[in-house]
């Protein structure tokens, strides 16, 4: 393969991962080339008269690393409470006091629930790949969360129109793959209540 060929080959590579995405974003955003929309960094967190009874029992600095943050890393809980070994960092919206994810169906995160494990750790925040940072993330303003499945076509539409809106720009090429996979079962949506404390 000729060298002109493998570098497109990595462009076409980065322009279809998400990370890809994001990367070629931060670059044109810093370049001054591309406002980063889905990033909403300085957003005050409501006050609390405003907050909704799930974010009530929620630090001020959690609700607004929902309210900011880009990922969160989180990891369903076994029957004994411990962190289950699958940990990841993923897209997410905050929606109504809860956070959803839309994941691929047969991720663990998925069948814990399925299997009735439905307790899961969330910690907020964008430090990069889990598997990069150590145990970093675990500094995060965290939440202990029941997880749902998420089937009413309603309430999928509204999640996934708050999800284009916070990844505008990635969200041309994720948003019909998350579509298309909740619509043929590759992907299922999570929705994650906070626990009281």
């Known amino acids: 393969?000729?060298?002109?060929?493998?570098?497109d080959t990595?462009?076409?590579?980065t322009l279809t991962t998400r990370r890809g995405f994001v990367r070629l974003a931060l670059v044109a955003g810093a370049l001054g080339l591309l406002p980063?929309?889905?990033?909403?960094?300085g957003a005050a967190a409501?006050?609390?008269?405003?907050?909704g009874a799930a974010d009530a029992g929620l630090e001020q600095?959690?609700?607004a690393a929902l309210d900011t943050s880009?990922?969160?890393y989180?990891?369903?809980?076994r029957s004994d409470g411990e962190e289950s070994r699958c940990h990841a960092e993923v897209w997410f919206v905050h929606v109504d006091g809860a956070v959803f994810v839309v994941t691929a169906s047969d991720a663990w995160r998925a069948e814990a629930v399925r299997r009735g494990l439905e307790r899961a750790r969330i910690w907020v925040g964008d430090l990069g790949v889990w598997t990069r940072i150590g145990d970093r993330y675990r500094a995060l303003p965290a939440l202990e969360a029941s997880a749902a499945l998420v089937s009413d076509a309603a309430e999928r539409?509204?999640?996934?129109?708050?999800?284009?809106?916070?990844?505008?720009?990635s969200w041309l090429v994720w948003g019909p793959r998350f579509r298309n996979g909740l619509a043929d079962g590759t992907r299922v949506m999570l929705r994650y209540r906070p626990l009281a404390a």
């Open 157 to 169: 539409e509204r999640v996934l129109e708050a999800c284009g809106s916070k990844y505008r720009l």
């Open 61 to 63: 600095t959690l609700a």
């Open 46 to 51: 409501l006050p609390a008269e405003q907050e």
């Open 1 to 7: 393969m000729s060298e002109r060929n493998v570098s």
């Open 36 to 41: 980063l929309p889905w990033r909403r960094a």
């Open 74 to 77: 989180l990891t369903p809980l």
């Open 10 to 13: 990595r462009q076409q590579r």
């Open 70 to 72: 880009d990922l969160v």
